[in-house]
């Protein structure tokens, strides 16, 4: 079985910083891509941003500068430092990461349970 764990949410004003956490455990061979969705009440689950195996990343327009997404294969977890916050970010934030478990087929996708990050103003 796999697990994502993920930490980090809470609240923070306007301006301020959080780092957010998704560790994979459990019977896992291989891990690909590594993303943040987030959802907010009332609107459709959006990518955040997404880091490859390789390292590479990719971001939403609204976060580029201020959000950094980073990995570290060896603890199998992904990261996502969110600095500059504003009150448009408060949302459930999900990891979602594509890997092959024991005895699976080939790689599939995987939720994370959800954090809430709520941004006052």
């Known amino acids: 079985q796999v697990q994502l764990v993920e930490s980090g949410g809470g609240l923070v004003q306007a301006g301020g910083s959080l780092r957010l956490s998704c560790a994979a455990s459990?019977?896992?061979?291989?891990?690909?891509?590594m993303s943040w969705f987030r959802q907010a009440p009332g609107k459709e689950r959006e990518l955040v941003a997404t880091i490859a195996s390789g390292g590479s990343s990719n971001y939403a327009d609204s976060v580029k500068g201020r959000f950094t997404i980073s990995r570290d294969n060896a603890k199998r977890t992904v990261y996502l430092q969110m600095n500059s916050l504003k009150p448009e970010a408060t949302a459930v934030y999900s990891c979602y990461v594509y890997l092959i478990a024991r005895g699976s087929s080939g790689f599939q996708p995987h939720w994370g349970q959800g954090t809430q990050v709520t941004v006052s103003s």
């Open positions: 459990g019977s896992i061979v291989g891990i690909d891509s």
